[in-house]
């Protein structure tokens, strides 16, 4: 997407971030799959500042990547201005990470983490990405209708976030 000054003149490129959620929810049993969803999310201004400094940085300290997916139990649509999850329930390290995409026109990479059948038990309605354990910066933040996580199930969470 090209910045056009007053004059009509383009300024340059810009970088846009997307993101896209996708939910499966399994019996752990047999791992047959109960449901599955795809939802568009919100990159939030506080992750966007986040990028920007990453970038500005040469040498980014490992406190400073995107580790952990949250999983919360409200379903307050997301705003620009959210920094946290409305009602976070459980947060875990990102367990694969897939950039294979980096290279394609447009780029993305992806964040995936499962949740066990002792994990996250409740009823959730919101996702979010941090760069942190505990607090920290938030990428991004989706809400979506709830789902019922319960011992009988394990959650895939995937998180991808593109130009």
Do not use: H, Y
């Not at 505990?134 to 991808?160: C, P, Y």
């Amino acid at each position: 997407m090209e910045t056009i000054d007053k004059a009509g003149l383009a300024l340059g490129d810009s970088i846009v971030l997307r993101g896209c959620l996708r939910l499966a929810l399994r019996r752990a049993w047999d791992g047959k799959l109960i449901e599955e969803r795809f939802i568009d999310n919100t990159v939030v201004t506080s992750g966007r500042r986040w990028v920007l400094e990453a970038i500005q940085s040469a040498n980014a300290a490992s406190a400073q990547t995107l580790q952990q997916i949250a999983v919360g139990t409200s379903t307050t649509a997301p705003a620009t201005g959210d920094t946290a999850l409305a009602s976070e329930n459980a947060r875990k390290a990102v367990g694969t990470w897939d950039s294979a995409e980096l290279t394609s026109n447009p780029p993305s990479w992806q964040a995936q983490v499962s949740f066990a059948t002792n994990e996250a038990n409740t009823t959730l309605g919101e996702v979010g990405l941090f760069n942190s354990s505990s607090g920290g910066t938030m990428l991004d933040r989706v809400t979506f209708a709830t789902i019922d996580k319960t011992t009988s199930n394990t959650l895939s969470i995937s998180l991808t976030i593109s130009n």
